[in-house]
C-alpha cells in the first residue's frame, strides 16, 4: 500500500508519499509571513496553504515517482480550522478523482507515532512525549488508536514558552532553534530558574517563562547565552521528571519524543541517556510538521481495515484516540 499524506494543521505545508519500504518523498514548505508578527497569523497562514498545496504534493508525487497512490491521508485537527480545511479539502478531492480510499488522520496521533518510520521503531506498548509549540502531552500507547493521557501542560506548551522567551528577549521567530543555539554557549546553572513540581503529571511552564522575563529585566541581568541555556534545562529537567515518573508508574521502559520540540538537542540527548530506559528519537525532520508523519499513520489505519468518508470534518480540539466526526 503506499499512501499520499497531506498536512497543513499550522504554518507548514506538507505532502509526502509512504510505502512498504518506507519514506519515499518528504516535502515540506515552512511559511516565513509569520516572522514579520512574531508569532503564527491564522488568516495568512490559510492563504498560504491554498497558494502551496498543488505544488507541494506535485514535488512529493514527482520524488517519489508515482502518478497514483492507493490512498491519501490528511490530518483533519487539531490544529488551525481554517489551515486544516485546505488540506482536508484538497486531500479529499485527490481521493475522489482517483477513486481511493481517504482517511482522516490526528495530527498529534501522526506525531506520537512518527517514530515508527525510523529503524529501530518502539514496539507497544511505549511512553509517547508530544512537545511541541500548541501540545505538551505524555501519552501511553497500547497500540494503533489506544492511547492514554498520563499528563499534559495546565498552561503554555513547551514550544510556546520558547518562543515567549525569545520574543521578550528580543531573539526572533521561530524561538525554539534560537534559543538551542545560544543554550550552547551558556552556563545553565548560572541563572536560578524555577522547575514546576506537582504531584501529578500534569506540567506547567507560565511561571518558568515569567521567571524569565523577571530576570532579563533587572540591571545586572545574566547574558543571552546563560539566560537560554538557564531556561533550556529548566524545561528539560521537567520534561525528564515526568517521563521517570511515568515509567515508574506504569512500569514501561520504552519512551518515543515528537514534535517541534524533540528536535531540540538538549532535550535528545538528555532522553537517549535517560538509565534502565529504551529511547526511540526520530529524526529531526520528522520532528517538526511534515507530512510522512500523516501518510504513515494513514497507511497504518489502511492496513487495519479502516478509512473515512468524505464527510469528515476538520477538528480543531481532536484527541488522539477519538473517532473522527
Not at 514501561?252 to 520540540?261: D, M
Not at 500523516?294 to 484516540?321: D, E, K, T
Request: aromatic share 4%; with cysteine.
Amino acid at each position: 500500500m503506499i499512501v499520499l499524506g497531506i498536512e497543513s494543521s499550522c504554518d507548514e505545508t506538507a505532502a509526502a508519499v509512504v510505502g512498504p519500504d518506507g519514506v519515499l518523498s518528504d516535502i515540506v514548505h515552512t511559511q516565513t509571513v509569520h516572522q514579520l508578527y512574531g508569532g503564527v497569523v491564522p488568516e495568512l497562514a490559510s492563504r498560504a496553504h491554498v497558494q502551496k498545496i498543488g505544488a507541494v504534493t506535485r514535488a512529493a508525487l514527482a520524488e517519489a515517482g508515482v502518478e497514483r497512490v492507493d490512498a491519501v491521508a490528511a490530518t483533519a485537527g487539531p490544529g488551525l480550522i481554517g489551515a486544516v480545511l485546505v488540506g482536508l479539502s484538497y486531500a479529499k478531492a485527490l481521493a475522489a478523482g482517483w477513486d481511493v480510499p481517504f482517511l482522516a488522520v490526528n495530527h498529534l496521533e501522526g506525531h506520537m507515532l512518527s517514530p515508527l518510520l525510523e529503524d529501530p521503531a518502539p514496539g507497544y506498548p511505549f511512553l509517547a512525549l508530544v512537545v511541541s509549540g500548541g501540545h505538551t502531552t505524555l501519552y501511553k500507547a497500547l497500540g494503533l488508536g489506544e492511547y492514554q493521557v498520563l499528563g499534559e501542560t495546565v498552561d503554555d506548551a513547551a514550544g510556546e514558552a520558547y518562543d515567549k522567551v525569545a520574543r521578550l528577549m528580543g531573539l526572533g521567530y521561530p524561538g525554539g532553534p534560537i534559543v538551542d543555539k545560544l543554550a550552547h554557549d551558556g552556563d545553565p546553572t548560572s541563572v536560578l530558574l524555577p522547575r514546576p513540581m506537582s504531584r501529578s503529571m500534569n506540567m506547567s511552564f507560565s511561571g518558568l517563562k515569567t521567571a524569565v522575563r523577571s530576570h532579563v529585566r533587572k540591571p545586572e541581568r545574566a547574558s543571552d547565552e546563560d539566560v537560554c541555556a538557564s531556561f533550556q534545562a529548566a524545561v528539560v529537567d521537567s520534561l525528564l521528571l515526568r517521563i521517570r515518573r511515568a515509567s515508574d508508574d506504569t512500569g514501561i521502559r520504552r519512551v518515543c519524543i515528537a514534535g517541534g520540540v524533540a528536535a531540540n538537542s538538549a532535550l535528545r540527548a538528555a532522553v537517549a541517556n535517560l538509565d534502565g530506559i529504551e529511547s526511540f528519537v526520530p529524526h529531526r525532520s520528522r520532528c517538526t510538521d511534515n507530512a510522512s508523519m500523516i501518510a504513515n499513520v494513514g497507511r497504518l489505519r489502511l492496513m487495519a481495515g479502516q478509512s473515512s468518508g468524505y464527510g469528515s470534518r476538520a477538528q480543531p480540539s481532536w484527541q488522539p484516540g477519538d473517532a473522527p466526526r
